[in-house]
């Protein structure tokens, strides 16, 4: 009975799910109107937010109005104040092959032409998560940089200040797709692109309400995926199924912001669909981390991350289970 009662209600959830889906679908322009419409500054202190000469959404100007107040500046001098308590050396911190710098870190006066480091500048004091100095970003950008080949697509999810999809722009990715809940950390991920010399073409910003099942990275889906999220954000079953699904058959997965204790909840979660292949997860501890004490006034601990790839399996049987995630 139970069974019978389960499968009446099947075709009712995924009429519900489309119906969602629908609801909360952005046209592509209001996306491209969001990632337009600020002026780019090099310098926190010089940041005006410009009025957009194209609509933009509605979801978006709510949130972006939200976080402004009347005429105040999303930016701030005060790292605090800012929203992200953390600060880069100003000598900068090397991971792997990047060197990631503060916007004011003075490239002539620091001779490092022979060490062929790439150079990943951030804008310091501004929203946005993600320098480098927490361990779980460390992992990331040392796995961006083992895995990206030319060509790829990275969906950066929970993308902070553009930190990891830089690494993968100048690993070879093509695009990068940086989704974010915080809409202010989507304007200082597009200002860092911009700061690091990329064209803004080769970065979307997408707010979390804007990403679809499929739908983010057409035709195929991206074929890297990266979210470095706190475990309780990573299992929901909707953020599961936005990630899978817009990653493209035989895509790489990689997931940090977990505690080495958390990996096998986390694999249940993304269940039959990804082939863990990277079960020697890394883990840092905070002595391995210059800056982190500085940064947050304790240890941070040790922290894993997780690698995989997506399976090449029957697409209604996927679309099946993921349809039913989204519901539940
Ligand atoms: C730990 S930070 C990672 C930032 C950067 N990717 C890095 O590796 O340093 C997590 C980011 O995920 C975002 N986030 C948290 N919950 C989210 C959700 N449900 N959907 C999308 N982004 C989320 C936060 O706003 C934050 O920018």
């Not at 800012?82 to 090397?94: F, H, N, Q, S, Y």
């Not at 902070?160 to 990068?176: E, M, N, R, V, Y």
């Not at 199924?241 to 993304?270: F, H, M, Q, W």
């Amino acid at each position: 009975m139970i069974d019978m009662t389960q499968a009446m209600l099947r075709p009712l959830h995924r009429t519900l799910s489309s119906l969602l889906i629908c609801l909360c679908r952005l046209r592509n322009d209001d996306v491209e109107a969001f990632a337009t419409r600020h002026q780019v500054p090099h310098s926190h202190h010089e940041v005006t937010l410009m009025e957009s000469s194209q609509p933009a959404s509605e979801l978006t100007d709510w949130v972006i109005a939200g976080l402004e107040g009347k005429n105040e500046s999303i930016t701030s001098t005060d790292p605090i104040k800012a929203g992200e308590g953390d600060t880069i050396p100003a000598d900068g911190l090397v991971i792997g092959n990047f060197r990631i710098v503060p916007s004011e870190y003075d490239e002539a006066a620091n001779d490092n032409t022979d060490d062929n480091l790439i150079t990943i500048k951030l804008l310091s004091a501004r929203n946005g998560w993600g320098t480098g100095v927490h361990p779980t970003t460390r992992l990331c950008l040392e796995w961006i940089s083992s895995q990206t080949n030319d060509g790829d697509v990275l969906l950066d999810y929970g993308c902070g200040s553009g930190i990891l999809s830089l690494a993968a722009l100048h690993s070879g990715a093509s695009k990068c797709i940086g989704v974010d809940v915080e809409a202010e950390a989507l304007v200082t991920a597009e200002r860092n692109v911009i700061l690091n010399g990329w064209e803004t073409g080769r970065f979307e910003g997408l707010h979390t309400r804007e990403v679809l099942p499929y739908e983010v990275c057409p035709p195929r889906g991206a074929s890297l995926c990266v979210a470095n999220i706190l475990i309780g954000q990573l299992v929901r079953p909707s953020m599961v199924a936005a990630i899978v699904t817009n990653l493209e058959p035989g895509g790489l997965l990689c997931l940090s912001g977990i505690r080495p204790g958390e990996v096998d909840s986390l694999k249940d979660a993304y269940g039959d669909g990804i082939d863990w292949i990277d079960e020697q997860y890394a883990e840092l501890s905070a002595s391995e981390t210059i800056g982190c004490i500085d940064s947050y006034g304790f240890d941070c601990g040790r922290w894993a991350r997780l690698a995989g790839r997506k399976k090449v399996g029957s697409k209604q049987d996927f679309i099946d289970q993921m349809s039913d995630l989204a519901v539940s």
